[in-house]
Nanobody, 125 residues
Framework: QVQLVESGGGLVQAGDSLRLSCAAS????????MGWFRQDPGKERELVAAISWGGARTYYSDSVKGRFSISRDNAKITVYLQMNNLKPQDTAAYYC??????????????????WGQGTQVTVSS
């Protein structure tokens, strides 16, 4: 079992930065891929970034590549999403999720079993 709690969302202006944090509990955190999803009402849920348990493999969606960076601290059992040069289209609820790391295939294809409650990010123009 993995429990996830996100924090760090807020209201910012275009061009600003935010860092989201996801605190995990559960002794199996090290064996999980961690992902950040986002969803705005009326839109499909989107995987924006993911990281393997050891940090060697990452995934970014085209919409955030070059602006967002995912990292994890297994000692602190926390995963981070650094978001730079935010745009109004980044406005969404952001969710942290965990999937067992099978070390196979793209991180975008994993089935994420555990989810946090989400944190809202709003970017004004």
């Amino acid at each position: 079992q993995v429990q996830l709690v996100e924090s760090g969302g807020g209201l910012v202006q275009a061009g600003d930065s935010l860092r989201l944090s996801c605190a995990a509990s559960g002794r199996t955190f090290r064996s999980y891929v961690m992902g950040w999803f986002r969803q705005d009402p009326g839109k499909e849920r989107e995987l924006v970034a993911a990281i393997s348990w050891g940090g060697a493999r990452t995934y970014y969606s085209d919409s955030v590549k070059g602006r967002f960076s995912i990292s994890r601290d297994n000692a602190k059992i926390t995963v981070y999403l650094q978001m730079n040069n935010l745009k109004p289209q980044d406005t969404a609820a952001y969710y942290c999720a965990a999937a067992p790391d099978t070390n196979r295939g793209s991180l975008a294809t994993y089935e994420y079993d555990y989810w946090g409650q989400g944190t809202q990010v709003t970017v004004s123009s």
